[in-house]
């Protein structure tokens, strides 16, 4: 198999085109399965790392999730009035706010993974369950340092 980018002027043939663009279809995907649940695919990223460990400070949840400390802000506001999360000021150090999800989020979250399973199941239909997993190894080794 070459390895030599393409030289032709169809952006079907791109890399980046079809990683975008497959991309933008799987969020378009997760995020009309999230709808009814009133968040999106950016908050179930939020809500996986809540809870998947003891209570975060914002900090290191937005350091997980490789988006800045303001977008931070603003997605953990949004999900604190929709009562999904909490925050508080960190016993240990006043600085910091831990985030929290509240048991309204931790339901949330559980019909969440559900719904984005579908999505994803959705979106990987064109190809065979051995595809499917040839394609996250492949992904994964493409994203290790």
């Known amino acids: 198999m070459s390895t030599e980018p393409s030289t032709t002027a169809d952006p079907h043939e791109v890399l ?4 975008k663009h497959a991309n933008l279809k799987l969020t378009a995907l997760a995020d009309a399965a999230l709808e009814p649940l009133g968040i999106d695919s950016k908050d179930f990223g939020t809500l996986r790392v809540l809870a998947h460990r003891e209570p975060a400070s914002q900090l290191q949840v937005a350091q997980t999730l490789g988006i800045d400390r303001t977008t931070m802000v603003a997605l953990l506001d949004a999900l ?4 999904i999360i909490t925050r508080r000021p960190d016993p240990t150090d006043r600085r910091r706010n831990v985030v929290e999800l ?4 931790l339901r949330t979250y559980d019909a969440a993974q559900e719904a984005y399973a579908k ?6 239909a064109a190809i065979s ?9 492949t992904l994964r080794t493409l994203l290790t340092d």
């Open 16 to 19: 980046g085109y079809l990683l």
């Open 119 to 124: 999505a994803e199941s959705t979106f990987l």
């Open 129 to 137: 369950p051995t595809a499917t997993s040839q394609f996250r190894r």
């Open 80 to 83: 604190e009035r929709k009562g």
């Open 102 to 105: 509240t048991d309204q989020g």
